[in-house]
């Protein structure tokens, strides 16, 4: 929570100039005549306050003043609770929706380091250590890191959460090894209390977990024959998405697996459902392309919890369909032809970020490379960022305020940010692409700050 001492210093004078220094002439008489005339209960209480029962005679004034004042101190408690409570909670930065750009976290060479919302100022190293430590993901609360870390050769995978500043790190996962998760950036619950992962073989059996942040209840999501992987977690923290297909079948063999989709399940592994109706959504499994970083094919939420967009269809190509969190309806985005991958809706719902990788030998990007495109969610407005230049066939991140969009680009190896537009579709006025000097392979993450 933000705190903001100057409004706290509004409020009290606004109180100080308009609130009167003594109660109206009258009031108390007033009061205890209405009261006088109400019927007694054995006992006050207002929610978590309960005040002892008086003996209050009928007739005599003292007791009943007595109860009148009872009556003032409870209205007073119960104003300045609300009142606080509306304070407060003006402070608290909005988990869904736009948001300030903060600081970016990024992985390189085993460390976390952290650097400027514009990616080129103040470079610090979070984790300098003999640790391995990769795939930071920041809180939506902006206040704490998650990551992957090895903390000596051959020691177990497992998961860690810091502050935003690096300081109170702690394994939350423990002796678990969860190796083949490593280069899997874990999402966070809407309320920063919990994280999500998948861990198995992506391909053949994957297991989706939950655990709190504080390392408490650690515990498998789901069971039966579903390999689940690729976790997005639903804005109201109710729902976990995952992309589907039977344990032991490759999503790619044929005749094709008939569970392969887009489902939905709550974090205690209850009330698991499809979302997608066409033949594969989902798109393919996250994978390392050649030369690029891992590759994450999380469905992506709108910002109000109703709709999520995947890819779906034959390798080599996909299209982009919109489906409803109640699994009535699918919308196929019109694009044009091509391998339309990893869809992304931006933090106000109105756009969708996605990639095209351009064809290598066998003419499904195997050469690790792909556009990057920018289209309305209702289908208009297609452009290609970076100027149609191929970057890398990699995961993108939009930025809290919906105006940029991160990426890998090849060959340099560096993170980039390429400019998109302003919460309302104006252009931005920057220079062009920003190239973060970074070897990292891993995936962005940026700090959400409230407006």
């Not at 006992?43 to 009556?71: C, I, K, N």
């Amino acid at each position: 929570m933000i705190h903001d001492d100057g409004f706290e210093r509004e409020l009290s004078d606004w109180f100080a100039a308009d609130a009167p220094a003594d109660a109206p002439a009258g009031l108390l008489q007033a009061v205890v005549a209405r009261t006088s005339t109400m019927p007694r209960r054995r006992a006050w209480g207002v929610g978590w306050l309960r005040l002892p029962e008086w003996d209050v005679p009928s007739g005599r004034t003292r007791s009943t003043r007595q109860t009148a004042w009872v009556v003032l101190v409870v209205a007073l408690i119960i104003i300045l609770s609300i009142g606080l409570l509306a304070v407060g909670s003006s402070h608290q930065l909005l988990e869904v929706g736009p948001a300030r750009n903060g600081l970016i976290a990024y992985d390189n060479a085993g460390d976390i380091f952290l650097v400027d919302p514009d990616g080129q100022g103040h470079l610090r190293n979070l984790t300098s250590s003999s640790a391995l430590e990769r795939s930071p993901s920041f809180s939506p609360d902006g206040t704490k890191l998650a990551y992957w870390s090895e903390q000596r050769n051959g020691s177990p995978v497992s998961l860690w959460v810091m502050n935003a500043d690096g300081s109170a790190k702690h394994d939350v996962t423990g002796s678990a090894d969860f190796l083949s998760s490593e280069d899997t950036q874990v999402v966070w619950s809407p309320d920063s209390r919990s994280l999500a992962f998948d861990a198995g073989d992506i391909y053949s059996s994957s297991t989706l977990y939950v655990v709190d942040a504080d390392g408490a209840d650690l515990h498998k999501v789901g069971s039966g024959t579903l390999s689940r992987s690729d976790p997005a977690w639903s804005p109201d923290g109710r729902l976990i998405a995952f992309r589907g297909h039977t344990i032991g079948l490759l999503p790619d063999a044929y005749p094709v697996d008939a569970a392969i989709g887009v489902y939905v399940i709550a974090p205690d592994g209850t009330g698991q459902r499809r979302i997608s109706t066409s033949v594969r959504a989902g798109g393919a499994p996250n994978y390392t392309g050649f030369g690029g970083p891992p590759v994450s094919a999380s469905p992506s939420w709108s910002p109000d919890g109703q709709s999520l967009v995947y890819a779906t269809g034959a390798a080599g190509h996909h299209t982009l369909a919109v489906g409803h969190l109640d699994g009535s309806t699918e919308r196929v985005i019109p694009l044009p032809p091509g391998d339309h991958l990893l869809p992304l809706f931006s933090p106000d719902g109105s756009r969708i970020a996605f990639v095209d990788p351009t064809p290598g030998d066998d003419g499904a990007g195997e050469n690790g490379m792909a556009i990057p495109w920018v289209i309305g969610s209702d289908g208009t407005g297609l452009v290609a960022l970076n100027g149609g230049t191929p970057t890398a066939f990699t995961t993108l991140l939009w930025s809290p305020d919906g105006r940029t969009v991160a990426g890998y680009e090849l060959p340099s190896g560096h993170a980039v940010l390429l400019p998109v537009g302003s919460a309302s579709g104006g252009p931005v006025t920057a220079n062009g692409p920003v190239s973060i000097n970074t070897d990292s392979q891993g995936l962005l993450t940026w700090q959400r700050l409230a407006p």
